[in-house]
């Protein structure tokens, strides 16, 4: 926050703390950040200027002397001893002893006054911890700046500079210092954040809320395998947006291979009707996978590492183990499919001479390995080279399709390339060529009818010609005759063909005559399982999470938009390459009937060559992402440490490279291309990126319907049953595409996930069903006790403390129902009590009051355990509980409590007693606390409310006040409240960039809520502060003599000790007499958890006397010993934040506060109580949370 240096000086500051400093620190004219002075810092003994070792200024400092205000002196205060009286105003021509700065003064370090400080300490103040040191202003001071250059000109800076003592404010914390804070490390102005928070002062050691912001803000996660990478990047953020960071890159991993050499093969064989269908299915499957991932994906910070991390977090190690490996096997054979598209452009299309073979699949198999080996020293040595080349391949994709789709609007039959057709026959252009003419003509002198007829030895010439060759005439097509031709109806329906028959008939072939042949048998599930790989890539944008400025934002949209893209062109060519091109020749696989050219190529405009060239770069393209990515990822999984056998894979060259899982992803590689044909290798990809989907949609339905606390995607367009929809759509495609294949591939995945889990396991045999389930509640407990949960997987289990009444009735049932919607109808739910007694008297009642929480947990329909213990001490009995409550694992986490109202009201202390008790133990045992205030005022189940759920976040938790708010509307009573949080700034802190973290933190957090920083300035300690107190303090001593003394002289006897304080060599006539003079000591109503109206704010007046123990009193109070100024720094806080969260919200239906920490003596409990009751006077529904110190909610997924 931002003051003007007019404000500051006319300010008054009436803060102890700072009392304190001045006190004990005004005499270092000069103090380094260290807290320790430096001799350079003071002028020398000739008077010169130490020069100043940053700009070459220097600098003059002289002390100016200051005067007491006239707003100080109305208030009672004194000026420091030795200082000017009112209306003086002393020169530097006259200092005073105190107002002159002397060199020795000036060299010492802060610490305790000494001779030569600025300030003596009156004897009160020096009566110590207890005197109420009485505040002043520090001493100012003037700076010179004296200018190197011309030293004639100066400019003058009034400064003032305030010390402060740590130790006067951490108190039992003052060992924690700045060099050892774990969150709040080095930060400046933390003691007079513990002077204005002097509440919360045994809290700070987590650090100030404007650090931990910052810190969450600018903290990056994840990992990076490349060393030099990381070293590179240093801390800076991601810098890609949505359009360069997501969507072109799925665009160019999911538009492969496939569109170009199998895309017009497939609705060749299928028709129009049933190819449409499989890309549909393909691409209605990927997109339902995106809608899952985006909501795992925007479910916390997507740390660097990729599609991996992200579901391996979201499913845990045994899934994600499994999964991991699935993928890595899916991209490493992508890699092999990529290659055999390579070579099979380069040997078939482009340059059919190097087919030394006369074998395309040995040709294949050859050129294959020989690419994969030069893309993988490519990978190895530079990574560089594979990023930049993935730019050009990407324009390579999109020049390529946009020469095709123009190819489409300007085909027309005068520019078609020419076919030879026998019937139904396609022939090869080879078999009808002659001379370099084609002859497509059954003549005795044409090559078809050299092929189908042979001469017939004897007298005369003679033919004997196949039966197809006679019944049938040859013609001539056009292969491409445009979308006006009308053959769209001829292309409709399927033609699926046996392998060894002839391309669209069920006739036997033979290539000796030249006719094209099936060398696969297709359908429409082996079509599927061929195309699916071309959908594949949609994680391409996952995979770069790190390098995203806003992953969150850019996931979602650039992945869904992708598939939205290339789904439309999918869609769009399977319809405009049924309208263009010839059936028969989109059914010839290899484009034998137009020379062996790419039949793509001849479509696209403006040349085929376009399309040969930029296909095959695309390609080689594809092959280095994937030979590229599937190293680190092995290497990942290698590094988690989840498999153990892969631990070899995990170490990495000295410049970060992963060269063994290079080699083992090459190898892997070699395997899939020793296969040497397309259509094999791609149905066992699309195994593995099914099962890998699957387990995506899977992990994002069981996330929806388990209602985790961690589960809070920013990403709204997603439902489990949508989820579930893309599951059953992977299995379905799995089977329906090769079941030996995708059993194969569940039988990875199995054997991965039990050898992750059950490694050791001990196997349970019952009897039925309920040894089954005994088996299973043994396993699970067991698994629940190995550790304590992830943060992302917590969730309050709670342990409800049940007040009973005399009738053995739960005195506030409404606990129960609150305690219900805290945990979202999910967790666990102890709900305990104790009976003051011994157990053999009192275990029928126990009993009863068993009975009576059963039956309410049923009504309210609470799932959970209820139980009474009974106990000769309820502070013991509770702590029993607190301890052991629970079975192994399934224990509670969270401890629910109600406050005790009528504590005012009770001469018994234990009224408040077990309250302070209970705190303390719950603290000690490192469990959450909530106390709820105003219960019987909390929403019923049907009712639903309506306005804000305010969050006072003033000390760091763990995060647990962000956690339950957000809870709690996820059910019905808060479903329609909006969400504020607020939390509290100090004179060092900067509002607006609070502002900025916090709102960013909680967009980190999924968390939708209004922000608000409440400027808490270093303001004076009031009057009224000071008096609230004083009568504190003196209440307290007068009931604790009344429980001391008998109750039917308590009274009294407190009235002859005040009497006798009046006493001494004073005048008798103004003493009162202990005879005459009657305390009568009036209850204040107390708030209830029942009251309706407007809360009454309690004042200096909650005391009623007879005039003459008014008298007495003011007379003894004017004596008695001074407050203690802890107490006063500690309700200046309360009622400070009262001010504050009474003016914000004070139309709140819920106030949710972080809950001070308890007195450490039994000393100070009934101050402590005070203080609790000015901080939520004036609020209806009050929540005080004290985390349990844990992280429970986390920005990470």
Same mark, same amino acid.
């Given at each position: ?44 003994? +000739? ?129 924690? =210092? ?105 691409? +209605? ?352 999984? +290698? ?12 170490? =990495? ?480 806080? +309360? ?63």
């Amino acid at each position: 926050m931002d003051r003007s240096p007019e404000a500051d000086e006319a300010r008054e500051p009436l803060n102890p703390k700072k009392a304190e400093s001045a006190d004990g620190e005004a005499d270092s004219d000069q103090v380094d950040p260290q807290g320790t002075s430096s001799p350079d810092s003071a002028p020398d003994a +000739a008077g010169g200027v130490p020069p100043s070792s940053s700009s070459g200024s220097r600098f003059a400092v002289e002390k100016v002397p200051h005067t007491p205000t006239e707003e100080s002196l109305s208030r009672g205060v004194s000026p420091p001893k030795g200082s000017p009286p009112k209306g003086s105003s002393p020169t530097r021509d006259s200092p005073t002893k105190e107002s002159s700065p002397t060199k020795e003064s000036a060299t010492k370090g802060s610490g305790s006054p000494k001779a030569g400080s600025s300030t003596e300490a009156s004897p009160e103040e020096e009566e110590g911890e207890g005197a109420l040191r009485v505040p002043f202003k520090v001493p100012r001071f003037e700076v010179i700046e004296i200018d190197p250059v011309e030293p004639g000109k100066q400019r003058a800076h009034n400064i003032t500079i305030h010390v402060t003592d740590t130790s006067k404010v951490n108190g039992e914390n003052s060992s924690a =210092t700045r060099d050892n804070l774990p969150l709040a490390d080095n930060e400046e102005g933390h003691n007079d954040y513990g002077g204005h928070m002097a509440l919360y002062e045994d809290d700070l050691h987590h650090g100030k809320i404007s650090t931990i912001l910052n810190r969450l803000n600018q903290y990056q996660g994840g990992m990076q395998p490349n060393v030099k990478d990381v070293e590179k990047a240093g801390s800076q953020r991601g810098t890609l947006g949505t359009l360069l960071g997501v969507y072109l890159p799925c665009i160019q991993n999911i538009f492969g291979i496939l569109l170009f050499v199998r895309m017009t093969w497939i609705v060749g064989m299928a028709g129009c009707v049933e190819s449409f269908f499989i890309v549909l299915i393909c691409c +209605a499957t990927t997109l339902l996978t995106s809608f899952s991932m985006s909501a795992i994906a925007t479910n916390g910070v997507v740390p660097a590492g990729g599609s991996y991390f992200m579901i391996s977090r979201a499913l845990g190690p045994e899934f994600g183990g499994a999964v991991g490996v699935l993928f890595y096997l899916g991209t490493s054979v992508a890699s092999s499919m990529y290659i055999i598209g390579a070579v099979e452009i380069l040997a078939v299309y482009m340059a059919p001479q190097v087919d030394i073979f006369g074998d395309v699949t040995n040709s294949f198999r050859l050129y294959g390995a020989v690419v994969l080996v030069i893309l993988s020293v490519i990978v190895f040595i530079g990574v560089a080279f594979v990023s930049k080349f993935a730019t050009v391949s990407l324009i390579c994709v999109i020049i390529s399709i946009i020469c095709i789709y123009l190819g489409i609007f300007i085909s027309n039959p005068e520019d078609s390339v020419e076919v030879c057709m026998l019937g139904e026959r396609l022939l090869t252009l080879d078999s009808v060529t002659m001379n370099d003419t084609m002859m497509c003509t059954k003549n005795e002198t044409g090559p078809i009818h050299a092929l189908y007829c042979t001469l017939v030895n004897g007298t005369g010439p003679g033919y004997d010609c196949d039966e197809y060759f006679t019944k049938h005439e040859t013609m001539i097509l056009k292969g491409i005759p445009g979308l006006a031709s009308g053959i769209f109806v001829n292309n409709t329906m399927n033609r699926y063909t046996e392998i060894g028959k002839v391309i669209g008939t069920d006739d036997d072939g033979n290539d000796a005559r030249g006719e094209i042949i099936a060398d696969i048998s297709t359908s429409f599930m082996v079509l599927l399982a061929i195309y699916f790989p071309s959908c594949t890539g949609i994680m391409a944008g996952s995979n770069r999470s790190g390098d995203l400025a806003d992953a969150q934002k850019s996931i979602p949209t650039g992945t869904i938009c992708a598939i939205i893209t290339t789904s439309i062109v999918y869609l769009t060519s399977v319809l405009f390459f049924s309208g263009t091109i010839e059936g028969d020749l989109m059914r010839d696989k290899y484009g034998e009937s137009i020379g062996g050219s790419l039949l793509i190529g001849k479509l696209a405009w403006p040349h085929e060559w376009v399309i040969l060239i930029g296909s095959f770069l695309s390609t080689l393209g594809a092959g280095l992402q994937s030979l590229t990515g599937a190293p680190r990822l092995l290497q990942a999984i +290698a590094h988690d440490g989840v498999i153990p056998f892969l631990g070899l894979f995990s170490v =990495t060259t000295k410049k970060g490279e992963p060269f063994r899982a290079l080699l083992m992803t090459g190898f892997i590689s070699l395997i899939g291309i020793s296969i040497g044909n397309l259509d094999y290798v791609a149905p066992i990809i699309t195994m593995f990126f099914l099962m890998c989907y699957g387990f995506v949609n899977m992990a994002c339905a069981l996330q929806t319907l388990l209602r985790t606390p961690n589960w809070r995607p920013r990403f709204i367009f997603y439902h489990w049953t949508l989820s579930l929809v893309g599951l059953a759509l992977c299995i379905t495609l799995m089977f329906i595409s090769s079941w030996y294949y995708a059993l194969a591939a569940i039988a990875i995945a199995f054997c991965i996930y039990k050898y992750i889990e059950y490694k050791g396991a001990e196997q349970e045999w019952g009897d039925g069903i309920r040894g089954l389930a005994m088996s299973a509640a043994r396993y699970s407990l067991l698994r629940l006790q190995e550790g304590p949960p992830h943060t992302k997987n917590w969730r309050p289990q709670l342990l409800v403390l049940m007040k009973l009444d005399e009738n053995l009735q739960p005195k506030y049932p409404k606990m129960v129902e609150f305690a219900n919607q805290l945990k979202a109808g999910k967790g666990l739910t102890l709900m305990y009590s104790v009976l003051e007694g011994k157990f053999s008297e009192r275990f029928a009642d126990s009993q009863a009051a068993k009975q009576t929480l059963s039956k309410l947990m049923k009504e309210v329909n609470v799932k959970g355990f209820s139980d009474v213990s009974v106990s000769t001490n309820v502070t013991e009995g509770i702590c029993a509980l607190i301890q052991n409550a629970g079975l192994g694992g399934l224990r509670h986490n969270t401890v629910v409590m109600g406050w005790p109202y009528g504590w005012r009201h009770s001469d018994d202390e234990r009224s408040y007693k077990v309250f302070l008790e209970t705190i303390r133990n719950v603290s000690s045992a490192g469990l959450a606390l909530l106390v709820t205030k105003g219960i019987n005022m909390y929403p019923d189940v049907d009712t639903k409310m309506k306005g804000t759920i305010d969050v006072w976040w003033i000390v760091h938790d763990g995060g647990l006040l962000m956690l339950l708010p957000f809870l709690l509307t996820r059910e019905k009573p808060w479903k329609h409240c909006k969400l504020r949080i607020f939390t509290v700034a100090q004179m060092e802190d900067n509002s607006i960039t609070m502002k900025k973290d916090l709102e960013m933190y909680l967009y980190q957090l999924r968390i939708a809520a209004d922000v608000d920083v409440i400027e808490m300035s270093n303001s004076d300690i009031s009057a009224y502060t000071y008096e609230r107190t004083l009568m504190m303090e003196q209440r307290t001593q007068m009931l604790r003599d009344m429980r001391i003394l008998k109750p039917q002289t308590q009274a009294q006897a407190i009235m002859d000790k005040h009497a006798h304080m009046q006493g001494g060599a004073g005048d008798d006539g103004d003493r009162a007499s202990p005879q005459k003079t009657h305390l009568h000591l009036d209850t204040v109503p107390e708030e209830s958890s029942t009251d309706t109206d407007q809360p009454r704010v309690v004042g200096p007046e909650q005391f009623t006397f007879t005039p003459a123990a008014g008298a007495a009193l003011k007379k003894s109070q004017a004596k008695s010993k001074k407050v203690d100024p802890s107490n006063v720094r500690r309700m200046h806080t +309360a009622v400070r934040l009262n001010e504050h969260i009474v003016e914000k919200s004070h139309d709140a239906q819920l106030v949710i506060l972080n809950l001070p920490a308890p007195p450490k003596s039994s000393a100070g409990d009934e101050n402590y109580m005070e203080f609790l009751e000015v901080l939520t006077e004036g609020l209806d529904r009050v929540l005080m949370v004290r985390g349990s110190g844990r992280e429970v909610i986390t920005i990470y997924s």
